[in-house]
């Protein structure tokens, strides 16, 4: 893709990796169902592009950025072109890899997208971006951590706090677990492959797991292979024993039956 693009821009410099091109190139997650098109570009309003497998979208929100030897439109202006073709799910993925740690440092925070979003004029989307802005986070770790918190939003739970630092009696540092619940102390952490073939990332896991256990805390170790059922009732018994005074939300099934984005570098 990013040869295909580079190719067009050595004739068409003008033409803006855009939308679905630019969130791959940037190595935003992107649901299986949009990928494998052709390029899509953005333009500036008065020019044209007729080429086969490229898509163009005139737009007011149009501004240059380099990056791997191509030109892409702008990081912002991408989002809101994201807002026309993805759900609020799938938007909060990539907002949150874009506030997160997982690939790189945060690129932005979500107070600073809000703050652009809500001045954006004829926003294809917009409704959807400022819903999916009231359920990212920044510092998220992976998406897999993103999935996992919109699964128990959708369920009606309430939010977790996402790599709040917690210090336990008589542990020597802070701890930043992926979700927890201070006020009930019950922390979650969801764990890839690695944590099971990294010898010593098996070893501190379970040393990290008594820690929270011997201070009172509900801990919850979740896989890709967790029956993420028995664990939403598990966290709801929890939560009715460590904070009877929680209030259930209507569940949202377009966010419960959201599954983990894949990215391409």
């Known amino acids: 893709m990013r040869f295909k693009l580079a190719c067009l ?5 003008d033409a803006l990796g855009a939308q679905i091109t630019a969130a791959i190139l940037r190595g935003w997650p992107v649901p299986r169902r949009l990928k494998g098109g052709g390029l899509t570009v953005t333009l500036r309003p008065g020019t044209g592009l007729s080429r086969r497998g490229v898509k163009a979208i005139k737009s007011k929100c149009y501004e240059p950025h380099a990056i791997y030897s191509v030109r892409l439109n ?43 979003a809500e001045e954006a004029r004829n926003v294809f989307g917009k409704k959807n971006l400022l819903t999916a802005l009231d359920l990212a986070r920044d510092k998220v770790g ?7 918190r919109l699964l128990i939003v959708g369920a009606g739970l309430p939010t977790p706090l996402v790599c709040t630092p917690i210090q336990l ?21 969801y764990e890839g492959g690695h944590h099971r073939t990294d010898a010593w990332q098996w070893e501190h896991d379970i040393q990290r797991e008594r820690t929270f256990r011997i201070a009172g805390w509900e801990y919850f170790r979740i896989t890709k292979r967790t029956d993420i059922p028995e664990f939403l009732t598990d966290l709801t018994a ?23 984005c894949s990215s391409s570098p």
């Open 238 to 260: 929890a939560l009715d024993e460590r904070a009877p005074q929680w209030r259930r939300r209507s569940p949202d099934p377009s966010l419960s039956s959201s599954s983990p």
């Open 74 to 116: 702008r990081m912002d202006y991408v989002l809101y072109e994201l807002a026309r073709v993805m759900n609020v799910s799938e938007l909060v993925h990539v907002i949150d890899a874009m506030c997160g740690t997982w690939r790189t440092n945060p690129v932005a925070t979500v107070a600073r997208i809000r703050s652009a």
């Open 9 to 13: 821009n050595a004739v068409r410099p």
């Open 169 to 189: 009696p008589h542990a020597e540092h802070l701890y930043h677990p992926d979700l927890a619940y201070r006020g009930a102390r019950i922390a979650i952490e």
């Open 142 to 148: 992976s998406p897999q951590e993103t999935w996992l």
